[in-house]
């Protein structure tokens, strides 16, 4: 039995890999399908990398659960921290008087600006769990401890019948070749919606899918990473201290300086609307991330790597970032991505026959997961591919379906 998996980032990649643990005998029949010529141009490659346990509403609540685990068991197994920077952080919320919070919920932050900060269940007023790193001061909320946030880094067919091949073109040798579908899952993110209506014209469904797109900086500061423990630290060499050179030279002390993540409210340049900027310092590579500038109307591209940067959203940014880090803050990469949302506010992870009838039969989507799909991803894979088996995952994703 063969699946077509088309779109190549974060969740088709986790979908990929978990059909083929649960089916070894069976993996060469698993084809990833990518219209971009890179890898995780979109958010899979340009999102924060914020991971949370239990941030989620009651919907997406096993979901959330599942996949913080299958990501903290994932980077145990494969050395995470190293590879793709898995750390455990502390969320937290930073209140200043600049800016008051337009408000909204943790479900529609992305529609009214409001920070993400407000899903989190429970807040605790203290300053002391303030980043070293971060230069503006102010009112510090701890939303969650490292227990249960973290961070990782970067044919055809006929209305009487489903689909059984596809025919997939190379664009770089413009050479044509055929594939046969048994199953297909649709894990194109913000494009999801175009790709389905593209691929099964004669279906009037449409996958209720749309684009939000968000600008963010790399940054670099030298207040962050600290300076490694030395032999005149009380705690230098406790276990949960102990310091290991890495690949690149620097020691590991996340125990000691854990990472932050940061959410904040503050005004966007030229606009004085409030928007909400969230930082995350990262290990083992020493960068923060800045981000929460979203646009609901910033055109989607064709593809992926065709992005524009827009410039206004760039310096509003740069502002951001020297008032919070300080002057001395360089940036490092600035880029635009586009992240799929739904006006639910939830992901559509499931089935198609139900709403496709014939057409539908053995396709699947897996999209809309806003700001979450890192967080969500590995659970996400794994639930569908729990689905292309024949198996059940109503207990995680019952309530996600199209």
């Not at 940061?262 to 923060?288: D, H």
């Amino acid at each position: 039995m063969s699946t077509v998996i088309i779109g190549a980032g974060i969740i088709g990649v986790s979908t990929a890999y978990y059909l083929s643990k649960s089916d070894p005998s069976n993996a060469d029949q698993v084809y990833l399908v990518e219209a971009s010529p890179d890898l995780f141009a979109s958010a899979s490659g340009f999102a924060g990398g914020f991971l949370a346990e239990d941030w989620f509403s009651p919907s997406l609540s096993n979901l959330g659960k599942l996949s913080f685990r299958l990501h903290k068991e994932l980077a145990q197994a494969h050395n995470g921290h190293e590879l793709w920077g898995y750390s455990q952080s502390t969320g937290t919320s930073l209140a200043e008087e600049t800016v008051e919070s337009n408000g909204g919920s943790g479900a529609d932050w992305l529609r009214e600006g409001a920070s993400r900060a407000e899903a989190a269940k429970n807040t605790d007023p203290n300053s002391s769990h303030a980043p070293q790193w971060l230069k503006s001061k102010g009112e510090f909320d701890v939303l969650s401890s490292g227990e249960t946030t973290a961070q990782c880094r970067r044919s055809s067919s006929s209305a009487e019948s489903p689909i059984s091949a596809l025919q997939i073109r190379n664009t770089a040798t413009d050479t044509t070749e055929s594939i046969p579908c048994d199953h297909l899952v649709i894990a194109t993110g913000a494009w999801s919606s175009q790709v389905l209506s593209t691929l099964f014209p004669e279906s009037k469904y449409r996958l209720p899918v749309t684009s939000l797109a968000g600008h963010s900086l790399v940054l670099r500061t030298p207040h962050w990473p600290p300076k490694p423990l030395d032999q005149t630290d009380p705690v230098a060499h406790g276990p949960a201290d102990s310091t290991t050179t890495t690949t690149n030279g620097r020691e590991k002390t996340a125990a000691r300086h854990p990472c932050h993540a940061v959410f904040t409210t503050e005004a966007a340049s030229g606009t004085g609307e409030a928007y909400s900027p969230e930082l995350f310092s990262r290990m083992p590579n020493g960068e923060v991330y800045l981000a929460g500038l979203n646009s609901a109307t910033y055109p989607l591209p064709r593809v992926a790597n065709e992005r524009r940067i827009d410039e206004a959203s760039i310096a509003t940014l740069k502002k951001t970032a020297k008032r919070l880090l300080g002057d001395d803050v360089e940036v490092v990469r600035e880029s635009v991505c586009w992240r799929p949302v739904t006006r639910r506010g939830t992901p559509f992870v499931g089935g198609l026959e139900g709403k496709m009838g014939a057409l539908g039969k053995g396709v699947y989507v897996a999209a809309g997961h806003g700001a979450w799909g890192i967080s969500l991803s590995l659970g996400t894979g794994w639930c569908v591919a729990r689905m292309v088996g024949g198996g059940d995952a109503g207990e995680w994703v019952g309530r996600l379906g199209v």
